[in-house]
Nanobody, 113 residues
Framework: QVQLVESGGGLVQAGGSLRLSCTAS????????MDWYRQAPGKQREWVTT???????NYADSVKGRFTISRDNAKRTVYLQMNRLKPEDTAVYYC???????WGQGTQVTVSS
């Protein structure tokens, strides 16, 4: 069974940090590019960042310089380190495995001002 499970969300004050994790099962993790998306209330889901199977990373302009994506293939896990958080980062964060278009269930991040 293909599954992605996110964790690490929570409530944090503006300027704070959180680290999200997404652990995969049932997929050949190391060959997948992995994405993080987010969806704020009343808004469409938006792409945040990607890490390829060769560890190349890309970021949305809104998070560049504040967020860092990384992966540990041995642990079948992708991480999202989020620093200098802003209230506008408040959203449900989802991870996605590109090859199978598999999505996790999401984890809530709330940034208070």
């Amino acid at each position: 069974q293909v599954q992605l499970v996110e964790s690490g969300g929570g409530l944090v004050q503006a300027g704070g940090s959180l680290r999200l994790s997404c652990t995969a099962s049932g997929i050949f993790f190391s060959i997948n590019s992995m994405d993080w998306y987010r969806q704020a209330p009343g808004k469409q889901r938006e792409w945040v960042t990607t890490i390829s199977s060769s560890f190349v990373t890309n970021y949305a302009d809104s998070v560049k310089g504040r967020f860092t994506i990384s992966r540990d293939n041995a642990k079948r896990t992708v991480y999202l380190q989020m620093n200098r958080l802003k209230p506008e980062d408040t959203a449900v964060y989802y991870c996605r495995a590109e090859r199978t278009n598999t999505w996790g269930q999401g984890t809530q991040v709330t940034v208070s001002s």
